[in-house]
C-alpha cells in the first residue's frame, strides 16, 4: 500500500505537466486583421469598409461590435442583392472573416466628417474572446479594387 502513493503522486504529476505543455495555444482564438480600407465615400453621411480577419487558433470567436471616432459602424451581409445588419460575426478557427466589396462589410453611418482619400481612419474591433483590436484603415480612391483578398 505505501507504494501505492509515490507512484499516484508520481502520475497525477506527469499529468498536469502534459496538460500544461501541449498544445494549450491551440485551444484559443488567435486574430489578424489584413487587407483594411474604405474607399473614398460619395455620401456626406456614409461610408464603407472592407478588411479579412485571420484566426490561426483553435477556437472561434465572435467580432461583437465594431467602434470609431468618425461615426458610428455596424456590421451588414449581402443576401439576395440587398443588405441586412448583423451582430456577433463568428470568426471560424483555422479560419477567416472577410468583409469585401459586393459582400459582408462596415458599414459606417452618421458621419462627423467625411473621410478624405490618404487618410487613416482608426477603428476598434470588439471580440468575445480576443477583446478589443485597433485597425487603422487607409482610405483609397473611390474606385480602388484590391489585387487579392477581397
Not at 456577433?88 to 459606417?108: E, I, N, T, Y
Amino acid at each position: 500500500m505505501r507504494l501505492f502513493a509515490p507512484v499516484t503522486a508520481v502520475l497525477t504529476g506527469a499529468l498536469v505537466l502534459a496538460g500544461c505543455g501541449s498544445g494549450s495555444g491551440d485551444s484559443q482564438a488567435e486574430l489578424s486583421v489584413s487587407g483594411a480600407y474604405i474607399p473614398q465615400p460619395v455620401s456626406d453621411s456614409m461610408a464603407a469598409g472592407f478588411l479579412t480577419i485571420t484566426n490561426r487558433g483553435g477556437a472561434k470567436d465572435e467580432l461583437t461590435s465594431v467602434t470609431s471616432d468618425i461615426g458610428e459602424v455596424t456590421a451588414h451581409e449581402t443576401v439576395d442583392s440587398s443588405m441586412r445588419e448583423v451582430k456577433d460575426v463568428d470568426v471560424p478557427a483555422h479560419g477567416r472573416l472577410v468583409f469585401r466589396s459586393g459582400g459582408s462589410h462596415l458599414m459606417f453611418e452618421k458621419l462627423k466628417r467625411k473621410p478624405e482619400e490618404g487618410e487613416k481612419v482608426t477603428v476598434k474591433l470588439h471580440f468575445a474572446e480576443s477583446g478589443t483590436v485597433t485597425v487603422e484603415m487607409p482610405v483609397k480612391s473611390a474606385t480602388y479594387n484590391p489585387k487579392t483578398g477581397h
